[in-house]
């Protein structure tokens, strides 16, 4: 699907990939807090935001099931999943990705996942 603002335009590079692996800057990691992260998603949720599918149907708006979050340890979920329900938003963590990953509409994410491997953050 497409990303669409409020006023149904498209969003200039809508997926967020945030890699911490080695990052020690205090300015870099303030950006990518679970508050901030929750507080993003939440703002798409609260100004409406729109996903279009399907060229033949109408968008729709965005829903919290609509996000994925990637981390790499359990550990790392639970201060999101605190901060995204302060926010009523609703979160769920899955151990095993690959399972997770395997319908249609996750092959992109899976792609990414396993090309992910390979990156390193040079902040």
Same mark, same amino acid.
């Given at each position: 699907?497409?990303?669409?603002?409020?006023?149904?335009?498209?969003?200039?590079?809508? #997926?967020?990939?945030?890699? !911490?692996?080695?990052?020690?800057?205090?300015? *870099?990691?303030?950006? +990518?807090? %679970?508050?901030?992260? =929750?507080?993003?998603?939440?703002?798409? #949720?609260?100004?409406?935001? !729109?996903?279009?599918?399907?060229?033949?149907? *109408?968008?729709?708006? +965005?829903? %919290?099931?609509?996000? =994925?979050?990637?981390?790499?340890?359990?550990?790392?979920?639970?201060? !999101?999943?605190?901060?995204?329900?302060?926010?009523?938003?609703?979160?769920?963590?899955?151990?095993?990705?690959?399972?997770?990953?395997?319908?249609?509409?996750?092959?992109?994410?899976?792609?990414?996942?396993?090309?992910?491997?390979?990156?390193?953050?040079?902040?």
């Amino acid at each position: 699907g497409e990303l669409l603002n409020p006023n149904g335009t498209p969003v200039e590079d809508p #997926l967020k990939v945030v890699l !911490l692996h080695g990052v020690t800057s205090k300015t *870099a990691l303030a950006n +990518v807090t %679970p508050a901030s992260c =929750a507080k993003h998603i939440a703002q798409l #949720l609260h100004d409406k935001y !729109l996903i279009k599918e399907k060229e033949d149907k *109408a968008p729709r708006l +965005v829903k %919290p099931s609509d996000f =994925a979050i990637l981390v790499t340890r359990k550990k790392y979920f639970a201060p !999101l999943q605190r901060e995204l329900n302060k926010l009523n938003i609703p979160a769920q963590y899955f151990d095993d990705i690959k399972s997770k990953l395997t319908a249609p509409h996750s092959k992109k994410i899976n792609k990414w996942y396993n090309s992910c491997k390979r990156w390193s953050y040079d902040g």
